[in-house]
């Protein structure tokens, strides 16, 4: 799969100061789309490499928590993550409107919601490295999708995840979240149906 770049914004260089730069240089990883690097364990988390390259921590003692997540969406609507979804499962899924993998995804991702919607799973968007939002609205309208989406144009959230945790490094990338609010999955890929769905039954199945 050929990589693709997100959207760039011009700064002036007298401009740029030492915070920007960190986090330009923090954000490099997420500026292709699907790139198939191999995750690594970290931070004493214990996780493996599942089949489909989906990442998956089966021991609910070893999952570290997500970052707390809030902010606007594209409707500009306020979403906190973690406080609107409590005790339910949350599919976040990285995209961005310019990102090709993400427009193949994206089905896939909204019948799989829909389809769960009643057994305490919340699918949540997080789109990121879209200067105006104006794009993802009409993505987010073309592909019918029936859950938020945070606004994350700069990255900042993403920003938020630790080092060592499963923590998304591609565009797209999708996190399970527990209903403990701890990440038991991740996909640094495009996910097809199935595999959205094997990955979500046994986290539905947990007690």
Do not use: H
Request: contains cysteine; positive net charge.
């Amino acid at each position: 799969m050929s990589a693709c770049r997100a959207p760039r914004r011009p700064v002036p260089r007298r401009r740029i100061t030492l915070p920007v730069m960190f986090a330009a240089v923090a954000a490099l990883s997420l500026t292709a789309c699907g790139t198939g690097e191999k995750p690594k364990s970290g931070g004493g988390t214990q996780f493996v490499q599942g089949t489909g390259g989906v990442s998956v921590v089966k021991d609910k003692g070893g999952r570290q928590s997500a970052p707390g997540l809030d902010g606007e969406t594209l409707d500009g609507k306020p979403l906190d993550i973690a406080e609107d979804y409590k005790g339910k499962i949350v599919v976040l899924n990285v995209w961005g409107s310019w990102c090709s993998p993400c427009r193949a995804e994206a089905k896939n991702l909204v019948n799989v919601a829909n389809d769960y919607k009643d057994k305490g799973v919340q699918f949540v968007g997080l789109n990121t490295r879209d200067p105006n939002p104006a794009p993802a609205r009409r993505f987010e309208k073309e592909f019918e999708v029936p859950y938020p989406s945070l606004y994350d144009s700069s990255g900042k959230l993403l920003l938020r995840f630790p080092k060592g945790s499963l923590n998304p490094q591609a565009i797209p990338s999708t996190l399970f979240i527990d209903r403990d609010g701890k990440i038991a999955a991740r996909a640094l890929k495009a996910l097809t149906e199935d595999e959205l769905r094997k990955t979500l039954e046994p986290l539905v199945a947990e007690k």
